[in-house]
C-alpha cells in the first residue's frame, strides 16, 4: 500500500481534487472493460487486531512499508525519519540503516532486501531510486542499483530478480533487470496510469490504482503487459474514492488496503468480487503476511504499516 505504499507524494495532490470534488485523474488503463464496481460487504471472517509497535503522531511518524526476510526479521520503511528499521518477533527494534525517504520494500531471490527510496517528496533533491542491503549482516548498509527514479512508490520482484517499480502520477510501471538496466518495451507496454502497491502472484502482476476515483486493482501479465486488465473496482461513486495503497495474496485472494477509510479488502483475483475484511485502521499504508517470522502463523496472520506510525498484527479466523 505500499507508500510509496502509501501515497507521500500523491495524497496531497489528490485531496483536494478527490476527496473535495475537484478534476477527476485519468482512470486505470484497461484491456478489456472493467468489471462494474460494488460496494465492498464485511467479509464475515472473525479478525483481531494488536498493535505490535505504537505509533507517534500522524503523519509526522509515517511507516510507509513493509517485508520479512525470511529469517526471523521485520524490516520497515519509515518515511518521514529517513531509515529502514529491523524487528523481531517479539517486537523489539534490532537494526536501522538510514535510507532516504524509504518506500516499498522486499526480498529478493537472492535473499538481499531491497528498497525504493526518495519517495518522501519533501527530500526530492536527495535522488531517488532502488537499493539493497544484506539484511542477515551485522551492520547493514545499503548500496544503490538504480538512480534518478523520480516520482516511484510501490516496489515487486520477480524469481528471476526483475524489479517492478509503481509511479503514482504517471504512467506505466517501470520494470529494471537484475543488473539495474531498464527493459524500456515492458515499460511502455505496462501503460497504467498512477500504479501504487504491487504484489506479483505467479505470472502476473497485480497493481492498485490511487490516482482514480473507481479504485481499481489491475492485472499485467509479466510476459506480456500489453494485455493489462482491470481486476475489479472497489468505489461504486466518484466520492467514494479509497485511495488504495499496497497489497498482497493471502489465502489464494488479494488484501489491499484503503488509506482513506482504514480498511483492508479482501478481492478475490478471479471475479473481482470483493469484502471488507478488517475496519478500524489509521491510514494503513502496508500489509504483508508473516514468512519466516518467529511463532507468527502466515496462514491466520497479516501485518500492517500505517502512517500513524503504528504496526499492527490482523488475525483472521
Known amino acids: ?42 467479509c464475515g471472517a472473525r479478525t483481531h487486531i494488536e498493535v505490535f509497535r505504537p505509533g507517534g503522531i500522524p503523519l509526522l511518524d509515517w511507516r510507509e512499508n513493509l517485508a520479512f526476510d525470511g529469517h526471523g526479521t521485520l524490516w520497515v520503511s519509515h518515511v518521514t525519519r529517513h531509515r529502514v528499521e529491523g524487528y523481531a518477533p517479539d517486537g523489539t527494534l ?17 535473499g538481499l532486501m531491497y528498497v525504493n527510496y526518495g519517495v518522501n517528496p519533501l527530500t526530492a533533491g536527495l535522488g531517488s ?42 504512467t506505466g510501471v517501470r520494470k529494471f533487470r537484475p543488473d539495474g538496466t531498464e527493459d524500456e518495451r515492458w515499460s511502455r507496454a505496462a501503460s497504467v ?6 504484489e506479483i502472484v505467479g505470472d502476473q502482476l497485480y497493481a492498485s490504482v490511487l490516482t482514480s476515483t473507481a479504485s481499481p486493482i489491475v492485472r499485467i501479465p509479466l510476459k506480456d503487459p500489453a494485455r493489462h486488465t ?41 471475479t473481482g468480487r470483493s469484502c471488507v475484511l478488517v475496519s478500524g485502521l489509521r491510514m494503513p499504508t502496508s500489509v504483508r503476511v508473516p514468512l519466516g517470522f518467529g511463532a507468527h502463523d502466515p496462514r491466520h496472520e497479516l501485518f500492517v504499516v500505517e502512517a500513524s506510525g503504528r504496526i499492527v498484527t490482523v488475525r483472521v479466523a
Open 1 to 42: 500500500m505500499g507508500r510509496r505504499g502509501s501515497a507521500a507524494v500523491a495524497v496531497t495532490a489528490l485531496l483536494s481534487g478527490l476527496l473535495l470534488g475537484g478534476a477527476q485523474p485519468p482512470a486505470a488503463a484497461s484491456g478489456r472493460h472493467a468489471p462494474g464496481a460494488t460496494t465492498a460487504q464485511p
Open 94 to 110: 534490532k537494526a536501522t540503516l538510514p535510507v532516504n525517504g524509504p518506500g516499498g520494500i522486499r526480498r529478493g531471490p537472492d
Open 129 to 170: 531510486g532502488i537499493l539493497r542491503f544484506d539484511p542477515a549482516a551485522a551492520h547493514p548498509s545499503p548500496e544503490k542499483v538504480v538512480d534518478g527514479l523520480s516520482g516511484i512508490n510501490g516496489l515487486a520482484i520477480d524469481a528471476a530478480g526483475n524489479l517492478y517499480v509503481s509511479r503514482e502520477l504517471a
Open 193 to 198: 496510469f498512477g500504479t501504487n502497491g504491487l
Open 230 to 270: 482491470t481486476v475489479t473496482e472497489l468505489s461504486p461513486h466518484p466520492w467514494d474514492a479509497k485511495l488504495l495503497d499496497d497489497l498482497t495474496a493471502f489465502r489464494g485472494d488479494l488484501v489491499v488496503a484503503s488509506f482513506r477509510d482504514g480498511e483492508l479488502l479482501r478481492v478475490d483475483p478471479a
